[in-house]
């Protein structure tokens, strides 16, 4: 129990929450699925980097302040010409 208090307080003082919160849950699946090490580590590492690129685009959004919300789904392009839907989304993915 002492080893486990030990590494979610390096887990904190390392600022990997992902890690601390996911940690046991992969360590199960890895342990069921008889992963390897490096794919339990990889497996963590993505699931913090995933998360800390949502956090980013999230703190970006509202330091932009935008009066409303909105997306391309609602967006009207018979309004404007020479802006196609086709090429819009094709920028989006690019």
């Known amino acids: 129990m002492q080893h486990q208090a030990l590494l979610e307080n390096y887990l904190r003082l390392l600022r990997?929450?992902?890690?601390?919160?996911?940690?046991?849950?992969?360590?199960q699946d890895a342990t069921r699925t008889n992963l390897s090490y490096e794919r339990y580590l990889l497996a963590l590492c993505q699931a913090?980097?995933?998360?800390?690129?949502?956090?980013?685009?999230?703190?970006?959004?509202?330091?932009?302040?935008?009066p409303i919300m909105k997306e391309l789904g609602s967006?009207?392009?018979?309004?404007?010409?020479?802006?196609?839907?086709?090429?819009?989304?094709g920028l989006r993915t690019s």
């Open 75 to 89: 967006f009207d392009f018979s309004l404007v010409q020479g802006i196609t839907k086709t090429r819009v989304y």
């Open 16 to 27: 990997l929450p992902t890690f601390a919160q996911n940690y046991q849950t992969f360590a």
């Open 48 to 66: 913090e980097a995933e998360q800390r690129q949502a956090n980013r685009i999230e703190r970006a959004i509202v330091n932009a302040k935008f």
